[in-house]
């Protein structure tokens, strides 16, 4: 399973785009990369998913270099309901094994 | 979104009692769930897989006799933690992945918090 690194802990301010970088330098050709995110004493949410280049959705955008060795989840406009802890994950498409998490970046969004 | 339920969100048991949890899978099927351990300012740990009508299989260090899985259905996995201890306190979550697409996200439940006093 290809190891994730990211930072531990991020702090931002409401209203800026944050980028939160995650590395995964032995990613597998079938692997395709996964962000969550989780609040306190609740279940990790899905936010984007994606291959390659960039991915955009209504919540984020994940930007996604030619090597695949790393990712970036970028949040636009963060609010203080985006305080939570953001885990980038990688798995194999179209298969049923197990998300293995990291130890996730803890962002803060501050006022 | 596919929805996953735990049940329950939170309970509080006695030391040495078994306190089961379900998670279900309400608008999918799933061959396969996985049921995650979460220690407070730490990182989900995988503890089983569940599979649908076989044994389940345990991550190492994690005790098969103590924490009983049952998948009895492609939509229910089941998990009792038997004579708990306080050490087994600790937020409990199951995720699961649709049969059969492609390329899918996996959906968590929202956890049920254990505490063992």
């Known amino acids: 399973l290809a190891k994730t690194t990211q930072p531990i802990s991020m702090d931002s301010y409401e209203g800026q785009e944050v980028n939160i970088t995650c590395s995964h330098n032995?990613?597998?050709?079938?692997?395709?990369i996964t962000w969550y995110q989780q609040f306190p004493s609740q279940g990790p949410r899905f936010i984007i998913q994606?291959?390659?280049t960039k991915v955009t959705n209504e919540v984020a955008s994940l930007f996604i270099p030619a090597d695949r060795k790393s990712s970036t989840l970028s949040l636009p406009r963060v609010s203080l309901s985006d305080t939570a802890v953001y885990y980038c994950?990688?798995?194999?498409?179209?298969?049923?094994?197990?998300?293995?998490f990291g130890s996730g970046t803890q962002l803060t969004v501050l006022p | 979104g596919a929805v996953v339920s735990q049940h329950p969100s939170r309970v509080i048991c006695k030391s040495g009692t078994s306190v089961k949890i379900e998670c279900r899978s309400l608008?999918?099927?799933?061959?396969?769930m996985f049921w995650y351990r979460q220690f407070p300012k730490q990182s989900l740990m995988l503890m089983a897989t569940?599979?649908?009508?076989?044994?389940?299989?345990?991550e190492q260090g994690v005790e098969k006799d103590k924490f009983l899985i049952n998948h009895a259905s492609l939509t229910l996995s089941t998990l009792t933690v038997t004579s708990a201890h306080p050490e087994d306190s600790s937020f409990y979550i199951c995720?699961?992945?649709?049969?059969?697409?492609?390329?899918?996200?996996?959906?968590f439940g929202q956890g049920t918090r254990l505490t063992v006093v």
């Open positions: 994950l990688v798995l194999v498409s179209g298969s049923a094994r197990q998300l293995t």
């Open positions: 569940s599979n649908e009508g076989s044994k389940a299989t345990y």
């Open positions: 032995n990613i597998a050709t079938n692997d395709y």
């Open positions: 608008d999918f099927q799933a061959t396969t």
């Open positions: 994606g291959y390659k």
């Open positions: 995720s699961a992945r649709a049969l059969g697409n492609s390329n899918t996200e996996a959906f």
